[in-house]
């Protein structure tokens, strides 16, 4: 009888993670405080955002000026569970074209090996030049 209960409570558990609608992180602020910056320079911003669960995500950055500009710091997110607010410095890579750009984030949280949760977040804009 217990086995029967405990598979019950498994089950249960597992369809809780497939559909529960899981809001991760919350986005509060994303936003370039340059507007204007040179290419090989540091692009100031801040960012504001809320984790609400534990789960470890996955994170890509890209420049967007229509052409997708992968950055090389990409990763995991392990941030802890709460506000977290900074003002943060990118590196603009000297052969980005000078153009307007906005930043573009994709993060992904693999909540089972059949379910993920993403979120994209984008910046304003600011501008590149030589």
């Known amino acids: 009888m217990s086995i029967l209960v405990t598979f019950q409570f498994i089950v249960l558990y597992f369809i809780i993670l497939q559909f529960y609608p899981f809001k991760i992180v919350e986005l509060k602020e994303f936003k370039?405080?340059?507007k204007q910056v040179k290419a090989g320079d540091m692009l100031n911003f801040n960012l504001e955002f809320v984790k609400n669960y534990s789960f470890k995500g996955d994170i890509q950055w890209f420049f967007v000026d229509g052409i997708y500009y992968l950055l090389p710091n990409n990763g995991s997110v392990y941030k802890n569970i709460g506000l977290s607010s900074s003002k943060r410095k990118l590196f603009i890579p000297k052969n980005l074209p000078p153009d307007t750009?906005?930043?573009?984030?994709d993060i992904s949280y693999k909540i089972t090996p059949f379910r993920q949760v993403n979120?994209?977040?984008q910046s304003n804009s600011f501008e590149v030049i030589k």
């Open 119 to 121: 979120y994209v977040w």
């Open 32 to 34: 370039i405080t340059d």
């Open 101 to 105: 750009y906005i930043i573009h984030v």
